[in-house]
């Protein structure tokens, strides 16, 4: 089993950044594929990006493409979100979640584990 903590979320103008951290503890976290997911208010949980276990391979939904990069430090037991040009439409809580796999997939119910998510909030 792995606990997932998510760090670094805040309040930012558009146009701004932000880093999220996702701190992975518990029985072999570098053997687990990661995601990141947001939650906007009203709206059901969407995908955002997903790294492998090795940190190879990383794939993205078009929306943040360009703008988010999604990075592993194994050592560490933390996978990072680093934002860029940050929009009001990237409004929303930012999950952290794991599954005990090489590559992990975009459905939410693929993951087997997530962190309580972090608040970003970005204003016009």
């Known amino acids: 089993q792995v606990q997932l903590v998510e760090s670094g979320g805040g309040s930012v103008q558009a146009g701004g950044s932000l880093r999220l951290s996702c701190a992975a503890s518990g029985r072999s976290s570098s053997s687990y594929a990661m995601g990141w997911f947001r939650q906007a208010p009203g709206k059901e949980r969407e995908f955002v990006t997903t790294i492998s276990r090795g940190g190879g391979y990383t794939y993205y939904t078009d929306s943040v493409k360009g703008r988010f990069t999604i990075s592993r430090d194994n050592a560490k037991s933390t996978v990072y979100l680093q934002m860029n040009s940050l929009k009001p439409e990237d409004t929303a809580v930012y999950y952290c979640?794991?599954?005990?796999?090489?590559?992990?997939?975009?459905?939410?119910?693929?993951?087997?584990?997530w962190g309580q998510g972090t608040q970003v909030t970005v204003s016009s």
């Open positions: 979640a794991a599954k005990y796999i090489v590559i992990g997939g975009t459905k939410a119910y693929e993951y087997d584990y």
